[in-house]
């Protein structure tokens, strides 16, 4: 059990990590091209809305594994 609690936590900080990098590259794309701004904000708003769903499993797994044990 220590083993896959460990792995999670590695799985959910390379998510977090990929997913600030994601933004910031996108964010300095957007200031460097003004001409694809539209393209990179919609890019910015689907990272963020996979990092809200991915923190939204690990926090329903955690429930259910405190829940059952």
Do not use: H
């Not at 220590?2 to 300095?28: K, N, P, T």
């Not at 694809?36 to 963020?48: D, F, P, S, W």
């Amino acid at each position: 059990m220590q083993m896959i609690d460990e792995v999670s936590q590695v799985i959910i900080w390379l998510i977090r990590a990929g997913a600030a990098f994601r933004v910031c590259y996108s964010f300095f794309r957007m200031i460097a091209t003004s001409d694809e701004t539209a393209m990179y904000q919609k890019r910015i708003r689907n990272v963020l809305v996979f990092y809200v769903l991915a923190e939204s499993i690990w926090i329903i797994k955690n429930l259910i594994l405190e829940y059952y044990t």
